[in-house]
């Protein structure tokens, strides 16, 4: 009896707050179907190479475990003695970048850039026992991480299809939208009542509608950060992403490799001439120098660029905790001139550095890559169960119901009004969203039309959209 008073009016209040947004729901689930059937193509295609390069790291060590490993040895030779080897078996091009055995067992990767029938944006790494020096075999490499021949393929796949920058759209579209309809399908599983969100006991149609809801509610979380690290590299949002940044103060910093006054100019470069990157002091003390400064491996060699420029040694290990700390050595003198900290990058160079890596599956190795698979294989079933849904809807639905006339004037200018100017930064920032989202509501307007001319009533209620 006494707990019945305040019960009462928190129950009352329910149906009034559902009220306030019922309006908003067949505007979303409107959004969430058009987004589910044009853009689900893409989305698909995404999640099945994703899948595919979620495997390709495992993949790789198998394939060319020849190159990649050796029988672990009692010392390791020098390294300006194992690129010396490098160049002999592979004197062509020029070397880019030296990176030393990483761990016992491991190769020395000596990357040649300017080789005749390797891609311009890609190197030849020539993989060298650090023990024996013996050359066990070279393939072209691309990317930060290291990827091989075939990742570096899944990982185009993935990305362009192969078809360039023109392809680039097609993965910029997907993760464009994929959070739109992440975040829509969380929208519109929370608002229906929890009698109608169960599997167990049903079938059909709704069977089909709570297996998609039920994952698509365990993994919204995943599809998020996928959509939302996918766009930090993407032709458009990625290049408004960059400039936010920058304008934030929050980029990304780079260890300076300029020497002043130009007294090196005597010495020559390495990879300007035969490309033995032995430019003035030689990479062992360049490397020694690197290692005083608290470098651990993996880390990378770049030779100067030019007579007045420096070594920069940088660390590799994209895993957790990360390794990019960076120093610059004086060719002719073997001083550190510069140094560059991980710790010391803005929040935002550092979120978007892990969000990257974690996107890729290596900031924490094989679970990192397990998890990743198992959101795309869930991204695929969703899919397939909204294409399943669509079908057992009936045929004569294709398009759907459009938005009913007047839905608009039924939301609350409080909620409307943020609401369109959201949507309108949003369409800008992220062009592939917001031109396609455009064509969705032109659209709609004109099946509305046509159907209102045809005499048809709109559905009006949020349950028989779908």
């Not at 209040?13 to 409107?30: E, F, M, N």
């Not at 990305?159 to 739109?180: F, I, K, M, N």
């Not at 300076?256 to 030689?282: N, P």
Request: proline content about 6%; cysteine-free; charged content about 15%.
């Amino acid at each position: 009896m006494t707990t019945a008073p305040p019960t009462a009016p928190a129950e009352a209040s329910r149906p009034a707050a559902r009220s306030r947004w019922a309006p908003l729901r067949p505007l979303v689930l409107r959004l969430h179907f058009y987004a589910g059937v044009l853009v689900a193509p893409f989305l698909l295609v995404a999640a099945v190479t994703g899948l595919l390069y979620a495997g390709s790291f495992q993949a790789e060590k198998l394939v060319y475990d020849h190159e990649l490993t050796v029988p672990v040895g009692e010392r390791e030779l020098p390294v300006s003695a194992q690129v010396a080897a490098a160049r002999k078996a592979h004197p062509e091009g020029t070397v880019a970048a030296v990176r030393p055995s990483p761990e016992a067992g491991a190769t020395t990767r000596v990357l040649l850039s300017g080789v005749a029938g390797v891609d311009p944006g890609h190197t030849l790494a020539v993989f060298v026992d650090p023990y024996t020096g013996t050359v066990r075999g070279a393939l072209e490499q691309y990317g930060s991480t290291g990827a091989l021949p075939l990742r570096t393929w899944i990982d185009e796949l993935h990305r362009d299809l192969h078809l360039g920058e023109t392809g680039r759209l097609y993965s910029e579209l997907a993760a464009s939208w994929l959070w739109v309809i992440a975040g829509g399908g969380l929208v519109l599983w929370f608002s229906r009542r929890r009698a109608l969100r169960k599997v167990r006991g049903t079938s059909g149609r709704r069977r089909s509608l709570g297996l998609h809801g039920t994952v698509g509610v365990w993994t919204a979380a995943g599809f998020l950060f996928l959509s939302a690290t996918g766009l930090t590299w993407s032709a458009y949002a990625g290049a408004n992403i960059d400039e936010l940044r920058t304008s934030l103060g929050q980029a990304t910093p780079s260890v300076s490799a300029a020497v002043a006054g130009g007294e090196h100019a005597g010495h020559g470069t390495g990879t300007a001439g035969g490309g033995t990157a032995g430019h003035g002091v030689g990479l062992d003390k360049v490397l020694a120098a690197a290692r005083a400064e608290g470098l651990g491996n993996p880390v990378e060699i770049v030779p100067p660029a030019d007579a007045d420029s420096a070594y920069v040694v940088k660390q590799v290990q994209r895993s957790w905790p990360t390794k990019a700390d960076a120093v610059a050595v004086d060719p002719a003198t073997g001083r550190v001139t510069d140094e560059l900290r991980f710790a010391d990058h803005p929040v935002l160079a550092k979120l978007t550095r892990w969000g990257i890596d974690l996107h890729t599956g290596v900031l924490f190795g094989l679970g990192n890559q397990i998890a990743l698979a198992l959101l795309a294989l869930a991204l695929v079933l969703l899919v397939l169960w909204g294409y399943r849904m669509w079908w057992q809807r009936g045929r004569g639905s294709a398009f759907g119901r459009p938005i009913p006339r007047g839905a608009w004037a039924e939301v609350p200018p409080h909620v409307l009004v943020p609401a369109l100017a959201a949507v309108a930064v949003l369409g800008w920032f992220v062009p592939l969203l917001g031109i396609p989202l455009a064509g969705f509501l032109a659209v709609d307007i004109v099946l509305g039309e046509i159907a209102h001319r045809r005499g048809r009533r709109s559905y009006g209620s949020a349950t028989g959209v779908k």
